[in-house]
């Protein structure tokens, strides 16, 4: 089973592309330089790579400063840019709970050497 989650991963990177990578980015609390680590290990090129984390990247820092902004003004707007975020992040779990099972679908065999003989076919 630990054997085909690379595969896994890999079949999810394939069909949404930069898209993990920007969804990632947006979730609180997920370590940055994990992602980048696991995303250098897929087929993620790396100006998508950059692309998609500039993007994903501004929603949670706009949203943390209008939030510290907020705590000076009005509590309200804190209260209210958190509970959008709340609401972004499940919504990003919903999408993700939906699309497992098109993720989860048929997974490439990988051969004991590590490769992809249905890659190797063209």
Known sequence: MARRQPARLDHMVDTM????VFWTRIMPGVNFDWISFVA?????????FIFYSFLGMIPPC????VMGD???RD???TLAMGGLWVT???ATAAYFWTRRKHWAGPVPVIAE???NPEAELG
């Open 75 to 77: 509590p309200r707007i």
């Open 17 to 20: 592309g930069g898209r993990v």
């Open 113 to 115: 050497s590590g490769v």
């Open 40 to 48: 250098g290990m897929t087929s993620v090129r790396f100006r998508v």
């Open 62 to 65: 706009a949203t943390t400063v």
């Open 70 to 72: 907020g705590l000076n």
């Open 88 to 90: 972004a992040i499940l």
